[in-house]
């Protein structure tokens, strides 16, 4: 596979939050409730957090990291509660009123391809949705995952390992090997320990133990 530029991307990522969207049109309020993979955040406030993302350019995130001292987890606070709706179906109307945005705190885009790639599955898996993302778009973000601790610490989470796709061209490091679909070898290294139950080979148990809380 050719690797992208990163201005080639964001035609993915759009694709992938109109794609969220569509899923999370027919949710019911017992499953905006439901409790994500990611921490303790709930479906809806995952939602939430993909819609300050796609709001915030590079001067308005210094301003409020600034403004959390620093303090990512009271910046992504914050900026939830900023973009969380008065009902689940603001949430989701806020949500698509960004989808197609190309604002972006930094222009690592495969970033934040990984962003909602990441957090799509976050809220699919803990509620049963099928959709996979594209093998080609979550290679672009394995790739940018296995090269550097970003967001989360997922070039560290596969220092080691030999990681190979096994329904793709991905495929990266030296040493035990773990194997598995693209996707669930993405969100082992973004740390998710559930998609570590996809995988096999004998690198597994270092990777899940790895896996720390997102």
Known sequence: MVRTGASDLWPAVHAERAALAEDLAGLDEEQWAEQSLCGRWSVEEVVAHLTAAASLGRLRWLRSMLG??????LHNQRRLAEHRGATPVETLQRFRA??????????????????????????????????TPPVGTVTEVARFFASRDFAVASRSAAEGLHLVATDGPFETGAGPEVRGTTLALTLAMAGRAAYCDDLTGEGVPLLRFRCTPA
Request: no cysteine; proline share 8%.
């Open 98 to 131: 960004v989808a197609g945005s190309r604002t972006a705190p930094s222009k690592d885009t495969a970033a934040w391809l990984g962003e909602v790639v990441v957090h799509g599955q976050d809220i699919r898996r803990p509620l049963g949705l099928p959709r």
């Open 68 to 73: 959390a001292r620093f303090d990512a987890d």
